[in-house]
């Protein structure tokens, strides 16, 4: 099959000097390393899972512990912060 491909100028420079060995054409360069990244298994092709370390961030300014939204609004807008 031909196929007509837009290379990088910095990915083309690289196959280039892959092919300079005698006995490797661009096209044996580019179907091998075409190969190469296609046998790669999926994950090993996705970002590492995004990690957030918890931290504290000290008390409360209705100095209360509890997760209430509405009993902090109250508190630290008063009764009308609907």
Same mark, same amino acid.
């Given at each position: 099959? $031909? #196929? !007509? +491909?837009?290379? *990088? *100028?910095? #990915?083309?420079? &690289? +196959? %280039?000097? &892959?092919? $300079?060995?005698?006995?490797?054409? &661009?096209?044996?360069? #580019?179907?091998?390393?075409?190969?190469?990244?296609?046998?790669? @298994?999926?994950?090993?092709? $996705?970002? @590492?899972?995004?990690?957030?370390?918890?931290?504290?961030?000290? !008390?409360? #300014? !209705?100095?209360? %512990? *509890?997760?209430?939204?509405?009993?902090?609004?109250?508190? !630290?807008?008063?009764?009308?912060?609907?």
């Amino acid at each position: 099959m $031909r #196929i !007509t +491909l837009n290379l *990088d *100028d910095d #990915i083309a420079a &690289l +196959l %280039q000097s &892959l092919a $300079r060995h005698p006995d490797r054409s &661009l096209d044996l360069v #580019i179907h091998e390393t075409l190969r190469a990244g296609l046998a790669r @298994p999926e994950n090993s092709m $996705r970002a @590492p899972a995004f990690r957030v370390e918890p931290m504290s961030l000290g !008390t409360s #300014i !209705t100095g209360s %512990q *509890d997760d209430c939204i509405s009993a902090k609004l109250e508190a !630290t807008e008063g009764p009308m912060h609907r």
